[in-house]
């Protein structure tokens, strides 16, 4: 399958050069030779991470340069989908974030946009014929490298809130471990205060527990579940998330070890206990 790559330049079959102007505006000048040696009957792909305004634009720059040299089957490979979690009108006066980038999307008429972990199942109804590519291979790794380097021994995969909990089901019975505990928080949604942490369970004595979620932002509804879990004798804390923003550090209390993807941004630094996949192998790239 061919594609153009716009997170791993090296991978792309596509040359081209990506610039931002004075002015703030990206660009990209596509390398025709490479271009026109591709059959343009034949499907290819946009790989592409959107985690914010200017790689939307950049994206749409590129499709609207495909459309003009008369590539007929142009698909979409997100890693990260920029306002996801703004998958409703949280309060009076805030937009519906997500039906706006969905509406921007399905103007650009890909032939399908797979989507990595999106947030909930709101995007993929949202943006026409899109799919989601589920995180079970993923987790599947992650739990292969963290048995590998540490013991054995008893675990559970964890949801830390309502919102996980469908998707950590499936997940445990694609990748056969009976253990789930459920959590629950409480949000106060004008201030964004989490309280009121709760776990169904009476007893993880000795146990690793693997929190499982699609994003890591600041860290509190892990920060909070972690200790909840600690306090029911919980041995070791994994955190494991698609995509790893941490805007307040990838240091979080009561977490021991992390996992995450460079879905969202690459990672110049990695300190210990902190492990990044690269997205690369779980985005699909065969039709």
């Given at each position: 399958m061919n594609a153009i790559?716009?997170?791993?330049?090296?991978?792309?079959?596509i040359h081209?050069?990506?610039?931002?102007?004075?002015?703030?505006?990206?660009?990209?000048?596509?390398?025709?030779?490479?271009?026109?040696?591709?059959n343009k009957q034949k499907p290819l792909q946009i790989i592409s991470r959107i985690a914010?305004?200017?790689?939307?634009?950049?994206?749409?720059?590129?499709?609207?340069?495909?459309?003009?040299?008369e590539f007929e089957q142009v698909s979409l490979n997100v890693s990260y989908l920029l306002a996801a979690r703004m998958d409703r009108v949280m309060m009076d006066g805030e937009p519906f974030t997500l039906k706006v980038i969905a509406a921007i999307l399905n103007q650009a008429n890909f032939k399908?946009?797979?989507?990595?972990?999106?947030?909930?199942?709101?995007?993929?109804?949202?943006?026409?014929?899109?799919?989601?590519?589920?995180?079970?291979?993923?987790?599947?790794?992650?739990?292969?490298?963290?048995?590998?380097?540490?013991?054995?021994?008893?675990?559970?995969?964890?949801?830390?809130?309502g919102g996980a909990l469908k998707k950590i089901h499936k997940l445990a019975q694609q990748l056969n471990i009976e253990d789930v505990v459920e959590?629950?928080?409480?949000?106060?949604?004008?201030?964004?205060?989490?309280t009121n942490f709760k776990v169904f369970s009476e007893n993880l004595q000795g146990k690793t527990c693997f929190i499982i979620d699609d994003i890591c932002d600041g860290g509190g509804t892990f920060i909070g579940t972690a200790?909840?879990?600690?306090?029911?004798?919980?041995?070791?804390?994994?955190?494991?998330?698609?995509?790893?923003?941490?805007?307040?550090?990838?240091?979080?209390?009561h977490v021991d070890e992390i996992y995450t993807t460079d879905s969202y941004k690459e990672f110049t630094t990695v300190t210990e206990n902190f492990t990044v996949f690269p997205v690369s192998k779980y985005l699909v790239v065969n039709d």
């Open positions: 790559n716009l997170i791993y330049p090296m991978q792309s079959d081209y050069t990506a610039m931002i102007f004075p002015d703030g505006q990206p660009h990209i000048k596509i390398d025709v030779e490479s271009a026109e040696k591709l914010n305004a200017n790689d939307l634009l950049l994206l749409l720059f590129v499709k609207n340069t495909l459309d003009y040299m399908k946009i797979r989507i990595f972990d999106p947030h909930s199942e709101v995007a993929t109804a949202l943006i026409e014929r899109s799919y989601t590519t589920i995180n079970h291979l993923y987790v599947k790794d992650c739990l292969a490298d963290y048995f590998t380097n540490n013991e054995q021994a008893a675990f559970c995969l964890v949801s830390p809130d959590c629950m928080k409480e949000r106060d949604v004008k201030t964004g205060q989490l200790a909840a879990l600690k306090n029911l004798g919980a041995k070791k804390i994994v955190l494991v998330v698609s995509h790893g923003i941490f805007s307040r550090g990838n240091q979080l209390q």
